[in-house]
């Protein structure tokens, strides 16, 4: 039996965009994509999860009602001139949540 699930199109470009997808990768890593985000059609659970870990987002957080904020947990010191980092990579928080 095939279950599709509904996920806010919101958290779709959220998880796009915290992976670093451009358009193009985008396209080719998850070539569904378009249509969940206007709506034509709707992810099946098993699209999701494999969605969830291309893009390294957590599976859970694809079911929210908004983007969930992920604030850096500890100060990174690798910027230059100590500007704060506005976007972690993805890397960086799947090293400080595995730690």
Known sequence: MVVHVDVAPALLRWAVERAGWDETTAARRAP???????????????????FATATHAPFGSLFL???????????????????????????LLDTIYLC
């Not at 206007?38 to 699209?47: A, F, M, N, S």
């Not at 850096?72 to 890397?91: L, W």
């Open 32 to 50: 569904q994509l378009g249509s969940w985000l206007t709506g034509e059609k709707r992810p099946t659970l098993k699209q999701l999860k494999k």
């Open 65 to 91: 009602s908004e983007p969930p904020d992920e604030p850096v947990p500890i100060p990174d010191m690798r910027t230059i001139g100590n500007a704060g980092v506005s976007r972690p990579s993805v890397d």
